[in-house]
Each structure stands twice: as structure tokens, then as C-alpha cells.
Nanobody
Framework: QVQLVESGGGLVQAGGSLRLSCAASGRTFSTYAMAWFRQAPGKEREFVSSIRWSGFNTYYANSVKGRFTISRDIAKNTVYLQMNSLKPEDTAVYYC????????????????WGQGTQVTVSS
């Protein structure tokens, strides 16, 4: 089992920044990649970004490319999502997830999920 705890969400004005954190504990040695997804009210949960745990491969949804940056601290078993130039359409609950075999954008390929952290961007 892997436990994931997100933090760093909040209310910010359009154009502002937030940094989300996701701390992993438990059987983290089997982690292949970690990712961020988000779900806005009435919408499907969508991929935001992922990072391979070893190496530096990162992936982004087109909607956040150039504005968001994913990174990880292996020693702390923590993944971060730096979000800049935030837009009202970024408003959603952001979820952290881990996969033992994939860094793709496919939700079903992720094994463990956090509880989510709310990000609200006001116009």
C-alpha cells in the first residue's frame, strides 16, 4: 500500500501562483511514476502532469504546458506541482497518484490516489 497526502491548495487570483505537494509513504519503492490529475465540478478527472521516479522524464497536458512544472524530491518521497499564471479554468480538485508501471495520462494506469486538494482561481 502507498499513502498519498496532498497539500498546498487554496484560493488565488488569476495570474497568481501556487505550489502543490504530495507526500508518499508506505511501499514507495515500487513507484515508477507519480502524476497530478484534476477534476472540476461536473467534469471528468483529467491528466495534468506526470514524472518518472527515476530519471527526469516529465509530461504535461497541453492546457498547462509552459505554466505548470512538476518535480520530485526522492529523499522526501514527495512530488510537487508549481502552478504559475493560473487561470479560472484551472479551478479544480487536484489529485496526486502513483503508478508501478506507467507515466502515461491514462487514469486507470495509476494504482494509488490521494484525497485531493482544492485549487480555486478567481477572475
Amino acid at each position: 500500500q502507498v499513502q498519498l497526502v496532498e497539500s498546498g491548495g487554496g484560493l488565488v487570483q488569476a495570474g497568481g501562483s501556487l505550489r502543490l505537494s504530495c507526500a508518499a509513504s508506505g511501499r514507495t519503492f515500487s513507484t515508477y511514476a507519480m502524476a497530478w490529475f484534476r477534476q472540476a465540478p461536473g467534469k471528468e478527472r483529467e491528466f495534468v502532469s506526470s514524472i518518472r521516479w527515476s530519471g527526469f522524464n516529465t509530461y504535461y497536458a497541453n492546457s498547462v504546458k509552459g505554466r505548470f512544472t512538476i518535480s520530485r524530491d526522492i529523499a522526501k518521497n514527495t512530488v510537487y506541482l508549481q502552478m504559475n499564471s493560473l487561470k479560472p479554468e484551472d479551478t479544480a480538485v487536484y489529485y496526486c497518484a502513483t503508478s508501478t508501471y506507467s507515466s502515461s495520462s491514462v487514469r486507470s494506469q495509476y494504482d494509488y490516489w490521494g484525497q485531493g486538494t482544492q485549487v480555486t482561481v478567481s477572475s
